[in-house]
Nanobody, 116 residues
Framework: QVQLVESGGGLVQAGGSLRLSCAAS????????VGWYRQAPGKEREWLAR???????NYADSVKGRFTISRDNAKNTVYLQMHSLTPEDTAVYYC??????????WGQGTQVTVSS
C-alpha cells in the first residue's frame, strides 16, 4: 500500500519561500509520475507540477518560474520549492503518485499560509 506524507508547510510572509516534502513508501517515485496539487478554501483543486521519467517536469502557468519540483530517489521523496509566495498561494498542498486520477495515491496535505 502506497503512503505519502507531506511536510514543510507553515506560515510565511509574502515574498518568502517554503520547501514542501513528500515522503513515499510502498512504491518507488523513480518509476512513477509524482506531483503536487493545492486547494484553497472555496476553490477547486489546482494541479501545480509533476515530475517523471528522467526528471522531466511540467508546471501550471500559475506557478511556473516560482515553484520547482524535484525528487531524491534514494530518499523516495519529492520536493516542491516555492519562492515569491503571495497570499493567493495560501492553500492545502497535496502530493500524489500515479498517472491516472482514479488510481492515484494521495498524501494527507500540508497547510501553507502566506500573510500579506
Amino acid at each position: 500500500q502506497v503512503q505519502l506524507v507531506e511536510s514543510g508547510g507553515g506560515l510565511v510572509q509574502a515574498g518568502g519561500s517554503l520547501r514542501l516534502s513528500c515522503a513515499a513508501s510502498g512504491s518507488s517515485i523513480r518509476f512513477n509520475i509524482v506531483g503536487w496539487y493545492r486547494q484553497a478554501p472555496g476553490k477547486e483543486r489546482e494541479w501545480l507540477a509533476r515530475i517523471y521519467g528522467g526528471d522531466t517536469t511540467n508546471y501550471a502557468d500559475s506557478v511556473k518560474g516560482r515553484f520547482t519540483i524535484s525528487r531524491d530517489n534514494a530518499k523516495n521523496t519529492v520536493y516542491l520549492q516555492m519562492h515569491s509566495l503571495t497570499p493567493e498561494d495560501t492553500a492545502v498542498y497535496y502530493c500524489y503518485l500515479g498517472a491516472y486520477t482514479n488510481t492515484r495515491s494521495w498524501g494527507q496535505g500540508t497547510q501553507v499560509t502566506v500573510s500579506s
